[in-house]
């Protein structure tokens, strides 16, 4: 379902690499390293394992939140599970609240002034706004 969109306006602006689904040990490798995931994030990495442009692999999501985790210059980042970046430092990334990851906030946070603005109540959304250009 997401691929099809992302194939759709990976064809418009032509830098969008889409690669290789994720296997199921890649998954295990992200849940070991991270916790449990979202349902929405495993299937559309079941379908793509990162663009090169917006959705992170899974080496990707596993590296980014440990980097921006350890970051000192900011308000803590362990909120969030980023899987995706705007290529401009900024990352989005579910919410995590003390029971779990809230597949329902998708968040956006800006690195410049460490504002988190919600964006999304979904992958779908999620990915529906980003290829109409909304986020």
Not at 67 to 84: N, Q, T
Not at 101 to 107: G, K, S
Request: hydrophobic share 35%; proline share 3%.
């Amino acid at each position: 379902m997401w691929i099809e969109k992302i194939t759709e306006y990976a064809k418009t602006i032509r830098l969008i690499n889409i690669k290789s689904p994720a296997i199921e040990s890649e998954i295990q490798k992200l849940r070991d390293s991270l916790g449990e995931m979202p349902d929405d994030l495993v299937k559309i990495l079941k379908e793509l394992n990162g663009d090169d442009c917006v959705l992170l692999s899974v080496d990707g999501i596993i590296e980014t939140n440990m980097r921006l985790r350890i970051l000192e210059d900011y308000m803590p980042l362990d909120c969030l599970l980023f899987f995706a970046g705007n290529g401009s430092g900024d990352y989005y990334g579910y919410q995590i609240r003390k029971n779990g990851i809230c597949p329902y906030n998708i968040f956006l946070w800006d690195h410049e002034y460490d504002n988190r603005t919600w964006v999304a109540g979904s992958m779908d959304e999620f990915v529906t706004k980003y290829c109409n250009g909304e986020i």
